[in-house]
T-cell receptor, first 113, second 115 residues
Framework: DVKVTQSSRYLVKRTGEKVFLECVQD?????MFWYRQDPGLGLRLIYF???????EKGDIPEGYSVSREKKERFSLILESASTNQTSMYLC????????????FGPGTRLTVT | DQQVKQNSPSLSVQEGRISILNCDYT??????FLWYKKYPAEGPTFLIS?????DKNEDGRFTVFLNKSAKHLSLHIVPSQPGDSAVYFC??????????????FGKGTLLTVNP
């Protein structure tokens, strides 16, 4: 079974703090993704990485950056957390094959106070 | 510009009956469609998919129907079980060209199956 793990299930941070969210997958997937899920808005893509050290902006990249130094690990960075970044953050991975589904981690519920 | 729409935020059905979840899309370039199921405090899990070359795909109790001319797809669950109670997301992608990684999600439909 594909396993995608995220470093924290729940996280509380203060406004202005730098926040790191870590994601690890164990299936040698080329592609990895960060989404946020908000009530009434569904899942929105923040950033995408199609391979090591490669990244591409998604639909809502503002206020975020990412890092992918190893194939299995994809990090989401909030440079200066703000209250509007309070959300559920979901990491996903997928094989580099047309139409293949994405496998999601359990999510990190981030609260910025 | 919402390219994938799930117009029903919620749906309630009785155990044993059919659940029908609907999804509409506007981008005619979409050629691969997926349904995900999400329980609270968990990540979405892949349920079933369909390519645009087909109009139906079945997996056990789950069947997805695609009507390309209407840009509409639906997920049928028969028979519905209380454990099916979850949020269901419809997603679509363009598999040709350079952006075949990207899934565009609908906002989700909360399905409640009553015992």
């Amino acid at each position: 079974d594909v396993k995608v793990t995220q470093s924290s299930r729940y996280l509380v941070k203060r406004t202005g703090e730098k926040v790191f969210l870590e994601c690890v997958q164990d299936m040698d997937h080329e592609n990895m993704f960060w989404y946020r899920q908000d009530p009434g808005l569904g899942l929105r893509l923040i950033y995408f990485s199609y391979d090591v050290k490669m990244k591409e902006k998604g639909d809502i990249p503002e206020g975020y950056s990412v890092s992918r130094e190893k194939k299995e690990r994809f990090s989401l960075i909030l440079e200066s957390a703000s209250t509007n970044q309070t959300s559920m953050y979901l990491c996903a991975s997928r094989r580099l094959a047309s139409g293949s589904e994405q496998y999601f981690g359990p999510g990190t519920r981030l609260t910025v106070t | 510009d919402q390219q994938v729409k799930q117009n029903s935020p919620s749906l309630s059905v009785q155990e044993g009956r059919i659940s029908i979840l609907n999804c509409d899309y506007t981008n005619s370039m979409f050629d691969y469609f997926l349904w995900y199921k999400k329980y609270p405090a968990e990540g979405p899990t892949f349920l079933i998919s369909i390519s645009s070359i087909k109009d139906k795909n079945e997996d056990g109790r789950f069947t997805v129907f695609l009507n390309k001319s209407a840009k509409h797809l639906s997920l049928h669950i028969v028979p519905s079980q209380p454990g099916d109670s979850a949020v269901y997301f419809c997603a679509a992608s363009v598999t040709s060209g350079g952006s075949n990684y990207k899934l565009t999600f609908g906002k989700g439909t909360l399905l409640t199956v009553n015992p």
